[in-house]
């Protein structure tokens, strides 16, 4: 299937994909096509040329005639020597084709890029794609350590840290996670353990999900206790600890877990595995005050205080299973919007987006897509992947530097508003 779920909307041109008096060779006699570069962000308003290569069954590089085509003219078009034009923000496939055989190229239009950042190099590379939050306001990073102001601290009694909220206080698994004093919040370098005027029977209780006021959303796994909201069924159900008490606001599941929480009461739950043959598998957030639930799209990895969430969103094709990627997505209250492939994976309250797509790290604005590549004030770093977005603008990041450091979780401070 030549278009991966979109449809061919253009007029095809025949040209010749060489520059010299080469005559072109039949085109049942070509084997393979590719497109160089096969994946690019093009400024709005600019033009880049892509490169046609063609191979004989022999892997001898011939000329050809081709078909170039554009899925969406209003987006980019593409003349006929391969010379693609941005006209207006968004995706667009390029194909160029001859006979059977056909090439794509992915094209992002963007704009240009209107800040630069500082880097804080935390001198490694931390496992930071997971859904659980891990970047403070005050930038202050959870992702297996603590770090803070940049540097690996430890904190007493607090081997593992779960996850970190915008004030910078950390939630910590002090023990084995079978109840709710295994967990304990650490703020102004004291840790208070989650105790509870409730009493509990042992039962597997598992929490990653924090708000700015503390309250912490997890889940009981098979509750040897008995409560209307928390069936002894085998079943998970949602757990709101705050100030000492637990809730159960209603919210049973076979398999989910509360990987985030907002400050206006959502909890986004998520299926505790993907199957690749069901990609219409949804995740909820479920607001503990109403008991409301939306289902959502499965790949929600960060949810502000206005309902916003930033996804990346697998994908199997239709009918090809071996083809698959992710698909980043903003979800509004009222819309979602499709902003390419790769994943949308951070958002602040100021409703912007990180994320990195098959073209590079990027930020979106609300109106277009902007590339972090080459934003940073330090020019030998390379931005390869963004990750979080705190409400100051601060990106936590993956960047490789021309000096032999690769994969580095780096800090982004904007330099300017």
């Known amino acids: 299937m030549k278009w991966l779920q979109m449809s061919i909307a253009a007029s095809m041109i025949a040209v010749v994909s060489c520059s010299d008096s080469t005559k072109p ?10 497109l160089t570069p096969a994946a690019t962000p093009i400024v709005k308003g600019t033009q880049k040329q892509l490169t046609l290569s063609a191979r004989d069954s022999t892997g001898n590089e011939v000329h050809v005639n081709a ?40 094209v992002v239009v963007t704009a240009p890029m209107s800040r630069s950042y500082s880097v804080l190099d935390l001198g490694v590379s931390l496992q930071v794609g997971s859904i659980i939050r891990k970047l403070s306001d005050s930038g202050d990073v959870v992702a297996g350590s603590y770090y803070r102001r940049g540097v690996a601290t430890a904190i007493p009694g607090c081997p593992t840290p779960v996850t970190i909220n915008g004030p910078g206080h950390v939630l910590c698994r002090t023990g084995v996670p079978d109840s709710v004093s295994s967990f304990a919040i650490w703020h102004n370098g004291a840790l208070v353990p989650l105790t509870t005027v409730d009493t509990f029977k042992a039962g597997d209780f598992r929490a990653f999900a924090m708000s700015d ?5 997890g889940m009981f796994w098979r509750p040897s206790f008995v409560n209307a909201n928390c069936p002894a069924s085998g079943d998970r159900c949602l757990a709101i600890w705050k100030n000492g008490s637990v809730s159960f606001p209603g919210y049973t599941a076979a398999t989910a877990d509360a990987m985030l929480m907002n400050n206006r009461g959502q909890v986004v739950l998520e299926q505790a595995m993907w199957a690749p043959s069901s990609p219409g ?26 309902g916003w969430a930033a996804i990346q969103l697998p994908y199997v094709q239709p009918g090809d299973p071996s083809t698959s990627g992710s698909r980043a997505d903003v979800m509004t209250p009222t819309y979602t919007m499709g902003l390419g492939n790769g994943g949308a994976t951070g958002i602040n309250n100021s409703n912007v987006v990180v994320g990195t797509l098959d073209v590079g790290a990027f930020i979106w604005r609300g109106d277009a897509i902007a590339m972090l590549t080459d934003a940073a004030t330090d020019r030998t770093w390379t931005i390869t992947a963004a990750n979080e977005i705190n409400n100051r603008g601060q990106i936590l990041a993956t960047a490789d530097n021309s000096d032999g450091r690769k994969g580095h979780t780096v800090i982004l401070t904007p330099t300017q508003p």
Do not use: Q
Not at 213 to 217: L, T
Not at 284 to 306: K, P
């Open 213 to 217: 006021s503390d309250e912490v959303a």
């Open 281 to 306: 598998l949804t995740s909820t957030i479920f607001n503990v005050t109403t008991g409301s639930r939306t289902n959502a799209e499965w790949g929600i990895h960060a949810l502000n205080d206005n």
């Open 25 to 34: 060779v039949d085109p049942a006699s070509v084997a393979t096509l590719s």
């Open 67 to 106: 078909l170039w085509t554009s899925n969406s003219p209003s987006v980019v078009t593409v003349s006929k020597d391969g010379l693609v034009t941005a006209l207006g923000y968004g995706s667009a496939m390029i194909e160029a084709s001859a006979g059977t055989h056909w090439a794509i190229a992915n």
